[in-house]
């Protein structure tokens, strides 16, 4: 019989898109549904970027360097370095979204059977990246009960094998919303240096940080060798449907890998460059709206969550993500019972049930994500429904709890 | 200390890449470069296309839905339908351009350590795919003496090993313009429905067919369950800057795998749909411009060729590639030469060595691919710098021959 391969079987469908025909059947019945389930922000993308695509003149649109414009890549090196992060150009190999940043990366930096190391909880679409290069995650369990902090060097230490080859952070995180320290970044590079392990990390969050300065790996004294900048433009400029994104190492033999995964596909997106490289053109003092509006946001939601009776929600510094522990049996049977059997008032909320974002069995199973990408009176509108879904959920526990 | 993995080292660097160094030092130099080394079309993008995006209201760059907007999958299908091939906007699933539906497909029909029958030569990127998937291509000689011909069912038959999952092959061909009758592919479908195998079948050149009817896999009674269409904008419509592409199927276990590795990249690019749904729109009479000027192209370049002393060159039916054995040495150290060496009144020709496209070892020394790509003009005086070369080379053979 013919089937599909074996990687093709074990690849997950994402576990929002299991929530999806609830939510479309809600709709259906007339429920307005406040999606705070995807990362899609509101902000308008820079009109000038956007300009920089419909006034070119474009004869042919011919394939674009394998490895990006020069143009672009001149200046989004300037961008890197209006960040403190001294790349030049050829430490820059521009891809198909962040999404082709770590499938590279993964190619380069490990072998099917090989092992990368992740903080847990972590964005899911890594699982998918694994399973399509084979590679094997393993889980250190970062908690929520110290706001999802680093989890200590030495968990990390313990699961390093003769397989390890790399550690992979995102950082802000999603989905916690965590901005790591300096400190523990150093500690983390530390350990990639004495064991020989790149260190990857997804900074596709940058611009969003609330509170203390941010750290990007790159900035670390000994980071040339090991690190991986993932990149993106999608949340910095709200440019999600641009798939733009980078790979940056300062090593040369890896970017040269990278350079030759990257000749399969030709090139990067041509149009949505003409967008980015406008875009990098901005004045930091671009990001001051955004950044204020989603603090006030998350200000917001932090607010009404923590005085919901029995929800545990740290702080978090940075991206636009909050998680939370819910007072109930499960949150991947709660945030269905939202969409399928509860609204209040015509309305109804889609929340991210958080096991998705956890390699471990079991774990998370009564958190959830939330994302502050609706504004702030449907935050609100969105709250009351979560508040009012809490007090009425069959599957209610006592308090938060693991 | 710190690797590349295995696999990033086994990555091969294009066989283009190679001689580009030569040719931007001969530019340096003052020689004018005539291109016949790449497929990058140098026929206009359809305005209506471009303006699409240029007239679009954009107000958030929103990712699109995974398998790409509902109202271009529409388009797409009615298009499919205008030339006959029967398939439901469900079966399609946009990609990256057609790069990342070879990928998609190679990941969903095989394993890594499994086989992938394609006739050689073939396009070179399918190596660097199988190196990212862990796939082992295992070649079936075409050979000049017979236009490329596909050959013989029996040959395939007895590469067949336990391994094997599916075959690829690139209709009209790259790199040997070889147009596949439908006797030939009946027949590759039949082999491949007896021993349960896909038929991965890449026709980005469907159009450009100088002679007889075009035939598509899907055309072919018995395909549904088998045959994986690979598509991409990137010929049809002059828009390879654009990275959109198709993985068609009518499997539907498939399709749905597919889905689930596209997931992980959240969605194709979104400026470049606007554009190719445009084009999707365009009537079928659009391609008699491009059509007449790349026959009119081949007809003029295979004259110059055939007149050559010593030089062997079939009359390809379609894509816009010419394959000629070459009385030289070695094709490589000839193009090599060309653009190190030689020159004409000022003007030199770049070459594709169509050693890169074999997998085996030595064969198609001294054969090139030459794509017409330029207008006529530049057509003849390219084909002068390659007669003259051919009569300084120092490694000039008798006559061409095996």
Same mark, same amino acid.
Request: charged letters at 15%.
């Given at each position: ?9 074990? !690849? ?15 709709? &259906? ?14 902000? *308008? ?27 672009? /890549? ?16 050829? %430490? ?52 929520? %009960? ?10 990390? *230490? ?27 970044? &150093? ?14 990390? %997804? ?8 509170? $203390? ?31 733009? $994104?980078?790979?940056?190492? =300062?090593?040369?033999?890896? &970017? ?16 949505? &460059?003409?967008?980015? *490289? ?5 004045? %930091? ?9 989603? =603090? ?11 005085? !919901? ?40 909320? !889609? ?12 774990? $998370? ?30 599957? /209610? ?6």
């Amino acid at each position: 019989m013919l089937q599909v391969s074996e990687r093709g079987r074990a !690849m997950p469908l994402s576990p929002y898109r299991k929530l999806t025909p609830y939510a479309d059947a809600a709709k &259906q019945r007339g429920v307005q549904v406040y999606h705070l389930n995807i990362g899609q922000p509101d902000i *308008e993308t820079p009109p000038a970027a956007v300009a920089a695509v419909q006034q070119a003149h474009i004869g042919v649109l011919e394939y674009s360097p394998t490895a990006g414009r020069p143009s672009y /890549r001149r200046k989004l090196a300037a961008y890197y370095q209006r960040a403190g992060i001294a790349v030049q150009p050829d %430490d820059i190999l521009v891809t198909a979204g962040g999404s082709e940043a770590i499938l590279f990366a993964l190619l380069c930096c490990l072998n099917p059977g090989d092992e990368l190391i992740v903080p847990e909880p972590f964005y899911g679409a890594y699982t998918a990246f694994a399973v399509a290069t084979g590679v094997r995650i393993v889980p250190v369990a970062a908690t929520i %009960d110290n706001g999802y902090a680093l989890p200590p060097i030495a968990a990390f *230490e313990e699961k390093i094998g003769p397989r390890t080859r790399a550690l992979l952070v995102c950082n802000p995180n999603n989905p916690t919303g965590y901005v790591y320290t300096r400190a523990e970044l &150093q500690a983390l590079l530390d350990l990639c240096r004495h064991h020989h392990l790149y260190l990857l990390s %997804d900074e596709a969050y940058r611009e969003f940080c609330y509170a $203390g300065e941010y750290v990007s790996a790159l900035h670390l004294p000994g980071a040339a060798e090991h690190v991986v900048l993932l990149d993106t433009i999608s949340k910095r400029y709200s440019a999600c449907g641009a798939r733009i $994104g980078a790979l940056v190492t =300062q090593n040369p033999a890896l &970017q040269a890998a990278a350079f030759r995964f990257a000749q399969m596909r030709v090139s990067p997106p041509g149009l949505a &460059q003409l967008l980015a *490289e406008a875009a990098a053109e901005l004045p %930091d003092s671009y990001f001051d709206h955004a950044k204020a509006e989603y =603090q006030a946001r998350r200000d917001r939601m932090v607010a009404r969550l923590q005085a !919901m009776p029995g929800v545990q929600c740290p702080v978090p510094g940075g991206a636009f993500y909050i998680m939370a522990r819910l007072p109930v049996d499960n949150a991947e049977r709660f945030a269905q019972w939202l969409l399928e059997e509860f609204q209040h008032q015509g309305h109804t909320v !889609m929340i991210s049930p958080a096991a998705g974002f956890y390699a471990t069995p079991g774990a $998370g199973h009564n958190e959830v994500r939330l994302a502050y990408v609706i504004n702030q009176p449907a935050i609100d509108a969105a709250m009351i429904c979560l508040a009012e879904g809490l007090r009425q959920y069959p599957g /209610r526990t006592a308090a938060a709890g693991a």
